[in-house]
C-alpha cells in the first residue's frame, strides 16, 4: 500500500473529511516519526508496534565486482517492530 492508497482509504472510512485534510494528517504522523527517529527516541504505537534507531558497528565488507575489500563505516539504521497484536493478526490468529 502506498501512501496515497492509505489516504484514499482513510478518505473513504470518514466521509466527513475531505482528502487534502486527511493528506494533512497522514503527513503530520509520518513527519513526526521521521523527526523523533532523527533524535534518536523511540515511538511506539500500541498494538501496531515500535520504531526505534539500531547502532551498526563497522565492518570490512567486499565490492561484489572487484572482491577487493572495503571499510563500511559506522551507522544508524532505523527498525520497526511489529507489535503482539500485529504479529497475531499476520499469522491469522485474531
Do not use: C, Y
Not at 501512501?3 to 494528517?25: C, F, H, M, N, Y
Amino acid at each position: 500500500m502506498t501512501k496515497a492508497e492509505l489516504i484514499d482509504k482513510i478518505s473513504e472510512k470518514r466521509p466527513g473529511l475531505t482528502r487534502k485534510q486527511v493528506e494533512v494528517v497522514v503527513n503530520s504522523v509520518l513527519d513526526s516519526i521521521k523527526d523523533a527517529l532523527a533524535k534518536e527516541d523511540k515511538v511506539e504505537i500500541r498494538g501496531f508496534g515500535s520504531f526505534r534507531i539500531r547502532h551498526r558497528r563497522a565492518k570490512e565488507g567486499r565490492n561484489p565486482k572487484t572482491g577487493e575489500t572495503v571499510s563500511v563505516p559506522p551507522k544508524k539504521v532505523p527498525f520497526f517492530k511489529a507489535g503482539k497484536e500485529m504479529r497475531e493478526m499476520v499469522d491469522g490468529k485474531l
